[in-house]
């Protein structure tokens, strides 16, 4: 019997699995939980309902018939050597671009540019300092009253002064982030508050949610500095407790919901690696004006994707819709409804309707010579020959 039969799903077995490794990595980094933080329990659970939540969300989403093409084309072109240098630079381009600056959302603007990079790189260190602390990957020994040693996977790593600069900007590191988060999402609320066009398409469960979950994690959590810095430790107890079920809520929430995107972004780096390809060396010409308009990969992943999901786009002659450019594409579509799939005369020129009234071409922009009007030069030379 197989082993995989031991599970509901594959899914379930992969969450199984990923839910095992966790306990293991924490295992062998606390030195067999010897020096596992029970104070931080509650984040520990909360953190494996997360792993599962991920795993299942991210089988459900690399099934999808787009997606598993995606995917399939990444590791196809990985593995071709002739490709490797145009790979790894398409893949670092669009990391650092995408990823670092977040440069596709400063061109929507400079306001949703500046809270997206706050949420984002606010999240990036809060989940690395949470995960890492919690799991045990990342601890802090007391060599002597005055120094601390980092330990990483149970790996003594570097020394530093308890009351350094190093050591004040480590401990206050998830503070750093929550300011970062608090900025982010409050200007996001800001601009969905004031923008009326946000106000249309925004739905309070999916795109408020959201910021609201983030809004409660990050106020509790710096007022709980407050509250051990600032105020002798009062109400510590309680707004710990507060703190740790907001945590709870999110990440329960994290894989369900619109927060999703931030762990499958940086898989959007293979997309430019797939499809925008050098020109005349990877792209294919429209089967019917001859024109460059796609790449060779983007056009079989659209017949496979379209294939998968039972859409029959061939055409009567054998090719498929997607062998044609967009403009010839939406020339096909034009006849189809007109039931004029064989005009006479010239394909690109205006089409001769019953009612008498001609339609634009569907290959050319519309212009005086297109339909092949008379221009001023045509009418001062007439004008002399008939003097």
């Given at each position: 019997?197989?082993?995989s039969r031991?599970f509901?799903?594959?899914?379930?077995?992969y969450?199984?699995?990923?839910?095992l490794?966790?306990?293991?990595?924490?295992?062998?980094?606390?030195?067999?939980f010897?020096h596992?933080?029970?104070a931080?329990?509650g984040?520990?659970?909360?953190s494996i309902?997360?792993a599962?939540?991920i795993?299942?969300?991210?089988?459900?989403?690399?099934?999808r018939?787009?997606?598993h093409?995606?995917?399939?084309?990444?590791?196809s072109?990985?593995?071709?050597?002739?490709?490797?240098?145009?790979?790894m630079?398409?893949?670092?381009k669009?990391?650092?671009?995408?990823?670092?600056l977040q440069?596709?959302?400063?061109k929507?603007?400079?306001?949703?540019g500046?809270?997206?990079i706050?949420?984002?790189?606010?999240?990036?260190?809060?989940f690395?300092?949470?995960?890492?602390l919690?799991?045990?990957?990342l601890?802090?020994?007391?060599?002597?009253?005055?120094?601390?040693?980092?330990?990483m996977?149970?790996i003594?790593?570097?020394?530093?002064?308890?009351n350094?600069?190093?050591a004040?900007?480590?401990?206050?590191g998830?503070?750093?982030?929550a300011l970062?988060v608090l900025?982010?999402v409050v200007?996001?609320?800001?601009?969905r508050?004031?923008s009326?066009?946000?106000?249309?398409?925004?739905?309070?469960?999916?795109?408020?949610?959201?910021l609201y979950?983030l809004?409660?994690?990050t106020?509790s959590g710096l007022?709980?500095?407050?509250?051990y810095a600032?105020?002798?430790?009062?109400?510590?107890?309680?707004?710990?407790l507060?703190?740790?079920v907001?945590?709870?809520m999110?990440?329960?929430?994290?894989?369900?919901?619109?927060?999703?995107?931030?762990?499958?972004?940086p898989?959007?780096?293979?997309?430019?690696?797939?499809y925008?390809?050098?020109?005349?060396?990877?792209?294919r010409?429209?089967?019917?004006?001859k024109?460059?308009?796609?790449s060779d990969?983007q056009?079989?992943?659209v017949?496979?994707?379209?294939?998968?999901?039972?859409f029959d786009l061939?055409?009567?002659?054998?090719t498929?819709?997607?062998?044609?450019?967009?403009?010839?594409r939406?020339r096909?579509r034009?006849m189809?409804q007109?039931n004029?799939?064989a005009?006479?005369g010239?394909?690109?020129g205006?089409?001769?309707?019953r009612?008498?009234?001609h339609?634009?071409g569907?290959?050319k922009k519309r212009?005086?010579d297109?339909?092949?009007l008379?221009?001023?030069?045509?009418?001062s030379?007439s004008?002399?020959?008939l003097?």
């Amino acid at each position: 019997m197989e082993f995989s039969r031991s599970f509901y799903s594959k899914t379930s077995m992969y969450a199984f699995f990923v839910s095992l490794f966790l306990i293991f990595l924490t295992w062998v980094s606390t030195d067999s939980f010897l020096h596992f933080d029970m104070a931080l329990l509650g984040y520990f659970l909360s953190s494996i309902i997360f792993a599962i939540g991920i795993t299942i969300r991210m089988c459900a989403w690399l099934i999808r018939p787009a997606t598993h093409q995606v995917m399939k084309r990444s590791f196809s072109n990985l593995k071709n050597r002739k490709r490797k240098k145009r790979n790894m630079k398409a893949i670092a381009k669009t990391a650092f671009e995408n990823i670092v600056l977040q440069k596709f959302i400063f061109k929507r603007g400079i306001w949703r540019g500046v809270q997206h990079i706050m949420i984002a790189w606010g999240c990036i260190g809060s989940f690395a300092i949470t995960f890492g602390l919690t799991f045990g990957w990342l601890r802090f020994d007391l060599i002597d009253p005055s120094t601390y040693q980092i330990v990483m996977f149970n790996i003594p790593t570097m020394k530093m002064a308890a009351n350094g600069f190093l050591a004040s900007l480590i401990y206050n590191g998830l503070n750093i982030t929550a300011l970062m988060v608090l900025l982010g999402v409050v200007m996001a609320l800001i601009r969905r508050n004031k923008s009326q066009d946000v106000k249309v398409t925004q739905r309070v469960e999916f795109d408020l949610f959201p910021l609201y979950l983030l809004l409660a994690v990050t106020v509790s959590g710096l007022v709980l500095t407050v509250s051990y810095a600032f105020l002798n430790g009062f109400l510590h107890h309680y707004l710990t407790l507060i703190h740790q079920v907001t945590v709870v809520m999110l990440l329960v929430y994290f894989p369900f919901g619109k927060l999703f995107h931030f762990p499958i972004r940086p898989l959007a780096t293979a997309v430019p690696m797939n499809y925008q390809e050098e020109l005349k060396v990877d792209t294919r010409e429209c089967a019917k004006c001859k024109t460059t308009y796609s790449s060779d990969d983007q056009i079989s992943d659209v017949k496979a994707i379209l294939g998968a999901q039972s859409f029959d786009l061939k055409l009567a002659d054998g090719t498929y819709l997607s062998d044609y450019c967009p403009a010839c594409r939406r020339r096909i579509r034009a006849m189809k409804q007109m039931n004029m799939e064989a005009p006479i005369g010239d394909p690109y020129g205006p089409v001769q309707t019953r009612n008498g009234i001609h339609l634009s071409g569907f290959g050319k922009k519309r212009s005086e010579d297109f339909y092949k009007l008379p221009t001023n030069k045509d009418e001062s030379n007439s004008g002399r020959d008939l003097t």
